[in-house]
Structure formats: structure tokens, C-alpha cells
């Protein structure tokens, strides 16, 4: 009974700590921030009282359920009640079993039962709890072997700006003042503060739940044979989609069901933050210095570059001077690594150049007048927000007449410091 009332109570506890949280979020007042802190502070002192007495109760249980095994004569002390019997294991546990706080998503009954859903559509009551991205798209959880897997892909493969942005997890739909995401240093042990310097107000980012969907073939997953070939081939094919999306809707997200993209930001497209750059232009290294590093003021001097392969072949790396002679390197310090496909790049007066895709920006030559073929920005100051989890959702398919199966799930992204974004425009000769 004790048990039953200290759970109801931590439950309205937790909801009554998010209702403050959102309101001390959305507050714009610094009094009442302080007052709905405070009340934060208590909520989570009683959060932790409740929490306590549960565990006691909890472990009590535990006590008392294992002294009347042991009390059985004749019953091994490692036994347990199982439907009112005692029974003991006399072998080595199989690997497989659960012990303390083992997530459910990592044992090989989850992983089997997530595999056969895979591929033939079977969903077992491993799969049915706690599955759902939203109240309208329910599947399977992707076990933590495989999430594990996809996070380990992502940091070392592709994703040439997404590996590069900040990665948030803030609970979207609610405001978040953009110094709130930076933390702050000082030396407790100073006696005296130095005066604080006035920024440009940044205001608050929002970030949405878009959820986001990839499409993995049914028919190709079923052949894969072995568990571990399973695992780590749907790791991979998740991974590259999602990174190739993602560095997509970096560039030219709509900010409409997913993230806003720099092209689309309107902050950027303001005048001040275009530069037009001309065919002689984009070949001549003086116009570079003086048409773009020169105009970026010196606290975004760590600005990197974004363009396509095409445009640093055609136009950086054959950079000439009067005499005819290449001085990309020469001059400009510039190199190109184009050999890890990985993580293509180029340098230019010591500026990294993420090379992407001609899908994301136009190469210069095929470019039309007024075309965006380069992007200077500070990766760090773009934010992906994300619930790194994905749910496998499997339906059928009537005008193809074929299952569908695809991975959800919840994402957002957008530029929090738009300071050191430029956009370079093709310039008509």
C-alpha cells in the first residue's frame, strides 16, 4: 500500500517539476524565474525523498523474498519462487539473462525478436512496450547493439557538416535563450569581477519535433543470414541515410516538417551577409582576402567554407598569378584531401572547405547568376537537436503490393549565432 501511494505521489511530483521547468523556460521576468527556480529546488528535494523510500521499500522486498527461499530445506540459497515452486539453477547463466538494471533492448531475446519483425513482420510482446515515436507511429524500438552500432558509423563516416555541427537533445517546442546552451567559466576564488561586455542579443531558439523517416529494404534484410550480419548492415544503411539527409537539410532544410536550413535562414539572406562573387572573382586569391576574409570581423575568424569539388577544382585550385604560374598552394596555403571519402576537404588561407555534393550547392560554372556555390560558416554555432533513438515501423504497401519498413525518428536543426554565416553568390561577369 505504502508502495502504491510513494509512486503516485513521485509521479505528480515529475509532472509538477516539467509544468515549473516550462514556465521558468518561457518566462521572461528575472523575478519570477528566481521564485519558480526555487520552487523548482524543493520539488526535486521531495523528488529524491520519495525516490529514496522507494528504493528501501524495494530492497526490503528484495530481503524478504529471498529469506523464505533460503528457508526451504533442502532448496539451494540461489534459488527463486517461480509460480510458488523454488527452483535453482545448477549451470553457468546463459549469457542472455538479465541481471540488475540491464536495458531490455540489449539482450539477445530483444535482438532475436527485433530481427524476426525485420523480416517477416512478426511482432512478439518482446517488441510491444514502450515503442512509439508519437501516438501515430508505433513499431519496434531498434535494440541498443544496433543504435550503438549507428552512433559509431556516424562519428567516423560521411556526414561531412553533420559530423561538424553541435548536437543538442533539449526537450523541443520550448524557448531556449542561446547563452542558456553555452556554459560559462570563472575562478571561485576571485575577489573582484571583471566588468561584463555587451553582446548583440540572440533571443531564444525553438526547437520542433520533426520526425523523420528512412526506408530500409525488407527483401535484402531477409537474406542476411547470421545475427551479427543483420545488425551491423541495417546499422550501416541507417547511418548513411540519416547523414546523408542531414547534411541536406543542413544546407536547405525548409525549416517546414524539418530543420532550417543556412540557405533558408532568413537572417542570412539579409543584406550584409551576401557577397557576390564574380568568375575572376572566385579565381583570384587578392579577391578573396579582401571580398571575404576581410569583411568577417575578427571574432569569427575561425569561419570555415562549404562548397562543391567541382567549384575547388575549377576555380581555388587553379588559381594563377600574372605569369601564368599556380599559386593556390603557394599563396593561399591551400591543399586538398579528397581522398578520404569519408570526409572529403580542402583548406584556403587556412580555412577548412567541407566539399559537398552538387545535390546541396551548384558547382560554380554550371551555377546560374545568383546561385549560392559557397557558404562560410561556424559549425559549431549550427545545432542538431535530436532524440537519438530510432523506431522500426512495418506496413503494407497496397498500390505496390510490397511490406515497407522504415526507421523513425525525432530531429531538429537550426543556426543559433548567425555571425559568422555568409553566403557567396555567383556573379554575372
Known amino acids: 500500500m505504502r508502495k502504491s501511494i510513494l509512486e503516485k505521489r513521485l509521479k505528480r511530483l515529475i509532472a509538477k517539476k516539467t509544468e515549473l521547468t516550462e514556465r521558468c523556460n518561457a518566462s521572461e521576468s528575472a523575478k519570477e524565474v528566481r521564485e519558480l527556480t526555487d520552487e523548482v529546488r524543493d520539488v526535486n528535494a521531495e523528488i529524491e525523498e520519495t525516490q529514496e523510500e522507494l528504493e528501501e521499500i524495494k530492497a526490503e522486498e528484495e530481503r524478504q523474498a529471498q529469506a523464505k527461499i533460503e528457508t526451504r530445506e533442502g532448496v539451494p540459497a540461489n534459488a527463486k519462487l517461480v509460480n510458488g515452486t523454488a527452483k535453482a539453477s545448477f549451470t553457468m547463466p546463459a549469457q542472455s539473462e538479465q541481471r540488475g538494471d540491464v536495458n531490455p533492448r540489449e539482450t539477445m531475446e530483444y535482438r532475436q525478436a527485433f530481427r524476426k519483425y525485420m523480416t517477416s513482420g512478426v511482432m512478439t510482446p518482446e517488441l510491444r512496450a514502450g515503442n512509439a515515436i508519437s501516438t501515430d507511429d508505433s513499431g519496434a524500438a531498434i535494440p541498443v547493439t544496433i543504435m550503438n552500432e549507428v552512433i559509431n558509423t556516424i562519428r567516423v563516416r560521411y556526414g561531412s557538416l553533420y559530423n561538424k555541427v553541435r548536437k543538442t537533445a533539449v526537450k523541443g517546442g520550448v524557448g ?91 537572417r542570412i539572406t539579409d543584406e550584409g551577409h551576401v557577397i557576390e562573387m564574380t568568375d575572376a572573382d572566385f579565381s583570384d586569391w587578392s579577391a578573396w582576402l579582401t571580398k571575404v576574409f576581410g569583411i568577417i570581423p575578427m571574432g569569427y575568424a575561425d569561419v570555415e567554407l562549404i562548397m562543391t569539388k567541382g567549384t575547388v577544382y575549377s576555380k581555388l585550385r587553379t588559381m594563377k598569378d600574372d605569369v601564368n604560374r599556380p599559386i593556390y598552394y603557394e599563396a593561399m596555403g591551400g591543399r586538398v584531401d579528397d581522398t578520404d571519402s569519408a570526409n572529403p576537404r580542402a583548406y584556403l588561407d587556412g580555412h577548412e572547405i567541407s566539399l559537398v555534393e552538387p545535390t546541396i550547392l551548384p558547382n560554380f560554372d554550371t551555377a546560374s547568376k545568383g546561385d549560392v556555390v559557397a557558404i562560410v560558416w561556424i559549425p559549431f554555432d549550427y545545432a542538431v537537436n535530436e532524440n537519438f533513438g530510432f523506431a522500426m515501423r512495418r506496413y503494407y504497401d497496397d498500390e505496390t503490393n510490397e511490406w515497407v519498413d522504415k526507421a523513425l525518428t525525432v530531429v531538429d536543426g537550426k543556426i543559433l549565432n548567425p555571425g559568422g554565416y555568409y553566403l557567396i553568390k555567383k556573379k554575372a561577369s
Open 176 to 266: 531556449y535563450p542561446v547563452g542558456a546552451l553555452e556554459a560559462s567559466f570563472s575562478w571561485v576564488g576571485e575577489s573582484t569581477v571583471s566588468p561584463r561586455k555587451k553582446v548583440g542579443k540572440l533571443g531564444k531558439v525553438f526547437f520542433n519535433s520533426h520526425v523523420a523517416e528512412l526506408r530500409v529494404a525488407q527483401t535484402f534484410l531477409s537474406d542476411l543470414l547470421t545475427m551479427d550480419a543483420f545488425e551491423a548492415e541495417i546499422a550501416r544503411v541507417i547511418a548513411i541515410a540519416y547523414l546523408k539527409a542531414m547534411d541536406e537539410a543542413i544546407v536547405n532544410g525548409t525549416g517546414d516538417g524539418m530543420p532550417l536550413g543556412i540557405l533558408n535562414d532568413t
